[in-house]
């Protein structure tokens, strides 16, 4: 089994900062990416930022400058550093990875809100 654990959401005022994390557990063999995705109410899910194991990163166009995408292999974590932040980055906000056990899986964390208001 495994399982993405978050942790660091919160309320935080305009142009404040948070720091997301996300723990992969379990039995596997390898992470071969993870990232982080955002759900604002009446809206789809979106990209956030990614991170390979081979350390390639890509983020949305709207928070390139602001948040930053980094991972801790050895504890098989992932952290979001979100500063600057808007009231439009209020959302829950997904962990996800690709996990390989027997195979190669997607797997979602239970998500994190994050409200950026005065």
């Known amino acids: 089994q495994v399982q993405l654990v978050e942790s660091g959401g919160g309320l935080v005022q305009p142009g404040g900062s948070l720091r997301l994390s996300c723990s992969a557990s379990?039995?596997?063999?390898?992470?071969?990416?993870m990232g982080w995705y955002r759900q604002a109410p009446g809206k789809e899910r979106e990209l956030v930022a990614t991170i390979t194991s081979g350390r390639s990163i890509n983020y949305a166009d709207s928070v390139k400058g602001r948040f930053t995408i980094s991972g801790d292999s050895a504890k098989n974590t992932v952290y979001l550093q979100m500063n600057s932040l808007k009231p439009e980055d209020t959302a829950v906000y997904y962990c996800n990875a690709f996990i390989v056990r027997l195979s190669r899986r997607e797997y979602w964390g239970q998500g994190t809100q994050v409200t950026v208001s005065s």
């Open positions: 379990g039995s596997f063999s390898s992470i071969n990416a």
